[in-house]
């Protein structure tokens, strides 16, 4: 089964620039779709980026232009790059896989990470 961690969270300083990893493992097949989640203090989870079945990458209104998601297939690993952070950015980030069959994306199978916090201040 799939495997998720994410690493490269912390306190950043309004208007930095932090990357967050996730080193997936397990089948490829079930992790074809990947994405960013976040889920801010007594707020509902939010996507924030992701591959779609056909690798396009999607992102949030609130992050359009400030961050940018990208594949490591040697390394295995998931990539968010957030620029001009701001206080309402603060939350926890989590890393989301998704089968990918056919170029369909099925979120029933979704597999998550533990999550890592980023607090912005």
């Known amino acids: 089964h799939v495997q998720l961690v994410e690493s490269g969270g912390g306190s950043v300083q309004a208007g930095g620039s932090p990357s967050l990893t996730c080193t997936a493992s397990?089948?490829?097949?079930?992790?074809?779709?990947m994405g960013w989640f976040r889920q801010a203090p007594g707020k509902e989870r939010e996507e924030v980026a992701r591959?779609?079945?056909?690798?396009?990458?999607d992102y949030a209104e609130s992050v359009k232009g400030r961050a940018s998601i990208s594949v490591d297939s040697a390394k295995n690993t998931f990539l968010l790059q957030m620029n001009s952070l701001k206080p309402e950015d603060t939350a926890v980030y989590y890393c989301?896989?998704?089968?990918?069959?056919?170029?369909?994306?099925?979120?029933?199978?979704?597999?998550w990470g533990q999550g890592t916090q980023v607090t912005v201040s």
């Open positions: 989301a896989a998704d089968r990918r069959v056919g170029g369909i994306c099925y979120e029933s199978s979704r597999a």
């Open positions: 397990g089948p490829t097949y079930e992790r074809g779709c």
């Open positions: 591959f779609d079945g056909d690798r396009n990458a």
